[in-house]
């Protein structure tokens, strides 16, 4: 089982509409998690950091946390062409510097 | 220069050559780190720093290495480049170890 586990896709969902996306990870011990978007050719950047159980919105992107199930989600509302992108999940394992990565998730925003 | 830089942008290189890969940030943060992205493995951790002058073996350090002398700097070396280390090489910082990482823009690396 890989540590951190994301539905490779391609998601596909129309503009306007709602993409979720999913990740579970396997350390209880994990405490801080994180959701990056990386466009194709491009480095990974920062979308939603969240740490505790519970949602966490900015702006159209939520975030939303189950440690008891060990799993992490994003939503993104009003889904955009410009929203096409992989997703990666992070997972920091006992807040140090063991950060693992999911593999992504690829996004397709159909116009 | 604002945020994290690395050079070069992409590198072609035979086995057996070292190679450095450089990486530089301005923001003054502490921790800085280098992963691999391969396809369908996604991003690796091969080493990282919590502060200048110490460092640390990642998931994956077998066969690089790194120093960190001062806060800006985090330099990567490959002793004797192998075809399996052909991949994308991301620098990364953040102000502490439990929070955000910031990315490069990366390294493209192929090793023949």
């Known amino acids: 089982q890989k540590e951190v586990e994301q539905n490779s896709g391609p998601l596909s969902v129309p503009e306007g509409a709602i993409a979720s996306l999913n990740c579970t990870y396997s350390d209880r011990g994990s405490q801080s998690f994180f959701w990056y978007r990386q466009y194709s050719g491009k480095s990974p950047e920062l979308i939603m950091s969240i740490y505790s159980n519970g949602d966490k919105e900015d702006g159209r992107f939520t975030a939303q946390l189950n440690k008891a199930s060990q799993y992490v989600s994003l939503l993104i509302r009003d889904s955009q062409p410009s929203d096409s992108a992989t997703y990666l999940c992070a997972v920091n394992r006992n807040n140090n510097n063991d950060m693992r990565f999911g593999a992504g998730t690829r996004l397709t925003v159909k116009p | 220069i604002a945020g994290i830089t690395q050079a070069p942008t992409s590198q072609i290189l035979a086995a057996g050559r070292r190679m450095t890969l450089r990486c530089t940030q301005d923001m003054r943060h502490n921790a800085m780190y280098w992963y691999r992205q391969d396809l369908g493995l996604g991003l690796r951790l091969i080493h990282y720093?919590?502060?200048?002058?110490?460092?640390g073996k990642g998931e994956v350090p077998d066969g690089y290495s790194v120093s960190r002398a001062n806060t800006d700097d985090f330099p990567l070396t490959l002793a004797s480049a192998v075809p399996s280390q052909t991949s994308v090489y991301f620098c990364a910082s953040s102000d502490s170890a439990e929070n955000e990482q910031f990315f490069g823009p990366g390294t493209r690396l192929t090793v023949l």
């Open positions: 720093s919590n502060t200048a002058g110490t460092t």
